[in-house]
Structures are given as C-alpha cells and as structure tokens.
C-alpha cells in the first residue's frame, strides 16, 4: 500500500518557514526546498491543506474550501507559534500562495514570504479543471479502484471542479485588492512554460505591488513548468528563498 503524504516539521534553526502546497497537491512538493532550508538552519513546516492527501480526490471538494483552507493557514502559524518561534515566513505554491499572501496582508508579525507560481493576479484562465480529473483518474487507477466506482467518482468531480475553481477565484480577488497592507519583502516566483496558468501571472503581481510601492523580489525561471519547487527550477528556485 503507498504511503499517504503526511504534514512535515523539520526542526532545526531559531527561524521557521511555514510551506503551503498547490491544489490537488501535498506537502511532498514542499518536501525539497524544506530539506534545503533546514541545512541552511532553518525550522520549515508543511502542513496539508483539509481535503488533501486521502484516498479520494472528491475530498477537496467535500471537505475543503476557500475558508477552510484560510483556517488551515491561520492554525499552521499558530502552530508554528506555540512551538516557540517568533520569525517566521511563509510562502506558497499556486493555491498555497493565495493563501501565504492573505497572511502577509493580515498578520504584520510575519517576518516575510511569498509565492511560487500563483494566479494572485489573473491573466487567463488556468487549465485546472481540465487536468484535475486526469489526476484523480491516475490516483483511482493506482489505488485498484473498480471501474463503476471510477466512472461515477470521476463524473462526479467534473461536475464540481468549474463550480470549486470559482470560489477560489473570486476569494483571490478580494485578497489582490488588499495587497497594500503588506510590509515586507514579497517573493515571487514564476516558470516561463507554465501549464497550468498563465506565466505572465508572476510578473503582474510584481508590477502591482512596486505600484503600491512594496519591494518585491521577482525570479523568473523561463525554462520551468508550474511546480517550480520539484522541477528544473527548483535548484535556483532553493538559492533565490534562501537570499530573499
């Protein structure tokens, strides 16, 4: 039987940065830069976002949402907290960025983060609704699930993806309008050959928050697909965090 992913805490150094993984992902797309930064003595935890990581992919669905992820991110820094640490940031991969930014909006005792490959501010579509089926076909295949069950599962979440990717669109919208009350360095991350949403998202966050006046730290990495934390970006994407 696989082993399911699982929320990770590397404890090591004084500083701590909390790591929120993409949608239809886990805490293992996290897994190689929080390793990275726990060598240059830093505390990293990667929490799983609610709906994550189980055996059915209509959990992200049943159980997660917009809010419920917000309250995720609220408990992962709290967390964090009661463990002792008081410099700590946090950054996000796609879905995870919405919500370390929404943190550095509203919690002014983060001491810095930002994004990887996140539509904060939109240019496009995306084509998550087309390869979210496709991901949880391959996880019903490697699971053994009978043919019934998958057909249904699968018709099932076609039918909720477009209503789903709504509600986090709209809900990103209300956290790009409020993007003037972050005070501290923002990175953010961006692959050229993104394909899940458009490459240009990245550099269009950047331009709007050097228009509020913000200091951002922008890295494009135009060879890279979506997850730049696993892919040919990640080696640069590592030593880019950890200079920020």
């Given amino acids: 039987m696989l082993q399911k992913p699982t929320s990770f805490f590397f404890?090591?150094?004084?500083?701590?940065?909390?790591?929120?993984?993409?949608?239809?992902?886990?805490?293992?797309?996290?897994?190689?830069l929080a390793r990275f930064l726990e060598k240059d003595d830093y505390s990293v935890y990667a929490p799983i976002l609610t709906g994550h990581a189980t055996d059915d992919?209509?959990?992200?669905?049943?159980?997660?949402?917009?809010?419920?992820w917000w309250q995720d991110t609220k408990g992962a820094i709290e967390y964090v907290r009661s463990q002792g640490y008081t410099q700590i940031a946090i950054f996000g991969?796609?879905?995870?960025g919405i919500f370390a930014t929404k943190a550095l909006e509203e919690d002014s005792d983060l001491v810095g983060g930002g994004t990887f490959s996140s539509p904060?501010?939109?240019a496009g579509g995306s084509n998550v609704a087309e390869s979210f089926p496709k991901m949880a076909q391959a996880q019903y295949e490697?699971?053994?699930t009978d043919q019934e069950t998958k057909?249904?599962?699968l018709t099932w979440i076609k039918e909720h993806v477009s209503g789903q990717l709504l509600e986090i669109e709209t809900y990103t919208k209300s956290i790009?309008?409020?993007?003037?009350?972050?005070?501290?360095i923002f990175f953010v991350g961006q692959g050229g050959r993104d394909e899940m949403i458009s490459s240009k998202c990245g550099a269009m966050l950047q331009q709007r928050l050097e228009q509020l006046g913000k200091q951002v730290d922008f890295h494009f990495y135009p060879d890279a697909s979506h997850v730049i934390t696993v892919n040919s970006a990640h080696h640069n994407l590592e030593q880019d965090v950890k200079t920020i």
Avoid at 19 to 32: P, V
Avoid at 59 to 65: A, H, K, L, P, V
Avoid at 176 to 184: G, S
């Fill in 142 to 144: 490697r699971q053994q």
């Fill in 93 to 96: 991969l796609s879905l995870g």
């Fill in 11 to 32: 404890r090591h150094g004084p500083k701590a940065v909390i790591l929120l993984h993409a949608y239809a992902s886990n805490s293992n797309d996290m897994r190689l």
């Fill in 120 to 122: 904060i501010i939109s």
């Fill in 151 to 153: 057909q249904v599962n």
């Fill in 176 to 184: 790009a309008t409020r993007l003037e009350q972050i005070n501290t």
């Fill in 57 to 68: 992919p209509r959990d992200i669905f049943t159980q997660g949402s917009p809010e419920q």
